[in-house]
């Protein structure tokens, strides 16, 4: 296993002399513990929806990515779906809450927020990581004062029992959890009434069927990275939390000075694939909105966490890299996409000579997340140019005073 500071450090952001001096300690005895070696891939991401939506998120999910309907896990109050790509790339299970009336820690974390209390149980929960020796994990994680949700709150959440479930980050809201599977073993997850339901199936098959159709299947590859948006404040405290939960390493920062923000970069130690395990952004501005009008700079990333709370922002989804007909994968992709009515909050950015192209969609009604396309030419092994960051930030916060203007004429 290389050591978890042992990897090149990217960037231009200065963190504070605390930020790196606990990035030491915490790394040197994670690994001196044995915790960084125990804790592996990330093995499923969770995501929450409102009664009656998952059909069209699954369905849209089977279109603008490689995913593919396995199963549904019914339980009192949920319908939890499986979706799968293969075993080399984490699951998705989109967890729909059968009443409007159901109450839980998940639906408050979007309630005092104005924009995501329209939509209380849409929102994304978090990851399930692989762990070789879940008590050893779990034992070591409580020592370092990690707070689990108990056996019968887990039960009573319907998540899977077979999982130790963190309670939410106070920094990005997400979840954490642990679940000990042989590497050789197929992922089952213990909860409720397996069946495969024909309105999902149905939902997968049309969505497969024009994905296929299309091409899209042989150009989308698995989620590249996943993007949180969080308090400026909270900038290096959820780095650092996340590199304590995990096996991650600190890739690095960038500064985007024109949109306020900062782009701040984590990876698995154990997989240098980001397909394989997908590495972990964490978005914030560099100044609190309150200071805006005093450095006389708008703060898009600022604007969404107090719209949406601290969340997941997007999923980018990795395009193969190769052309079609003369074109580049992303751009058929996109065009593809948008002749089937999808839209996309601005055109495909960077090119071939910076090495990627990137672009958002727009955000999902049901899950309110953004999925991103990322295509890397020839052996590009960043994340991104600073060009297209603030391009790409831009149009979302563009969006985003869009979507603040249509919520207020609501109320
Ligand atoms: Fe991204």
């Given at each position: 296993m290389t050591p978890s500071l042992a990897f090149p450090r990217y960037g231009d952001k200065q963190n504070s002399p605390q930020f790196d001096e606990y990035?030491?300690?915490?790394?040197?005895?994670?690994?001196?513990?044995?915790?960084?070696?125990?804790?592996?891939?990330?093995?499923?991401?969770?995501?929450?929806?409102?009664?009656?939506?998952?059909?069209?998120?699954?369905?849209?999910?089977?279109?603008?990515?490689?995913?593919?309907?396995?199963?549904?896990?019914?339980?009192?109050?949920?319908?939890?779906?499986?979706?799968?790509?293969?075993m080399n790339a984490p699951d998705i299970l989109v967890r729909e809450v059968k009443s409007p009336n159901t109450r839980g820690i998940f639906r408050s974390l979007n309630e005092v927020y104005p924009i995501g209390a329209h939509k209380p149980n849409s929102r994304y929960?978090?990851?399930?990581?692989?762990?070789?020796?879940?008590?050893?994990?779990?034992?070591?994680?409580?020592?370092?004062?990690?707070?689990?949700?108990?056996?019968?709150?887990?039960?009573?959440?319907?998540?899977?029992?077979?999982?130790?479930?963190?309670?939410?980050?106070?920094?990005?809201?997400?979840?954490?959890a642990y679940w000990e599977r042989p590497e050789a073993e197929i992922r089952i997850y213990a909860l409720g009434w397996s069946a495969i339901r024909e309105d999902m199936q149905a939902a997968y098959l049309e969505a497969k069927e024009v994905r296929e159709r299309l091409g899209l299947d042989r150009l989308l590859l698995p989620i590249d990275h996943l993007a949180t948006r969080i308090y400026s404040q909270n900038r290096e405290a959820a780095i650092l939390e996340y590199l304590t939960l995990t096996s991650y390493y600190y890739w690095g920062s960038y500064d985007i000075v024109s949109e306020n923000s900062s782009t701040n970069v984590t990876k698995s130690v154990h997989y240098s694939n980001e397909l394989e395990c997908p590495a972990k952004v964490f978005t914030a501005a560099n100044h609190p909105y309150f200071v805006s009008h005093l450095v006389k700079r708008v703060s898009p990333t600022e604007q969404f966490v107090r719209n949406f709370g601290p969340r997941l922002h997007h999923l980018a989804v990795a395009v193969a890299d190769g052309e079609v007909d003369g074109v580049p994968n992303i751009d058929y992709v996109v065009n593809s996409l948008r002749n089937c009515g999808r839209h996309f909050l601005l055109d495909v950015i960077g090119s071939k000579e910076e090495g990627l192209k990137q672009i958002f969609s727009s955000a999902s009604e049901y899950s309110s997340l953004i999925i991103e396309y990322v295509q890397r030419f020839g052996d590009f092994q960043g994340f991104f140019t600073k060009s297209n960051v603030a391009d790409l930030t831009h149009a979302a916060g563009v969006d985003e005073s869009l979507r603040a203007l249509e919520a207020e004429s609501r109320e």
């Open positions: 990035l030491q300690l915490i790394l040197e005895e994670r690994d001196s513990c044995g915790l960084t070696e125990a804790i592996r891939q990330i093995d499923a991401l969770m995501v929450t929806v409102e009664p009656g939506h998952s059909r069209a998120y699954v369905g849209e999910l089977c279109l603008m990515t490689p995913y593919h309907y396995l199963v549904t896990l019914e339980s009192e109050e949920h319908l939890t779906h499986i979706l799968r790509i293969d929960m978090g990851e399930v990581f692989r762990v070789t020796d879940a008590h050893s994990v779990i034992e070591l994680q409580k020592g370092r004062d990690m707070r689990f949700f108990n056996q019968e709150q887990v039960r009573k959440l319907e998540l899977p029992g077979n999982m130790a479930v963190l309670k939410p980050s106070p920094y990005t809201h997400n979840i954490v």
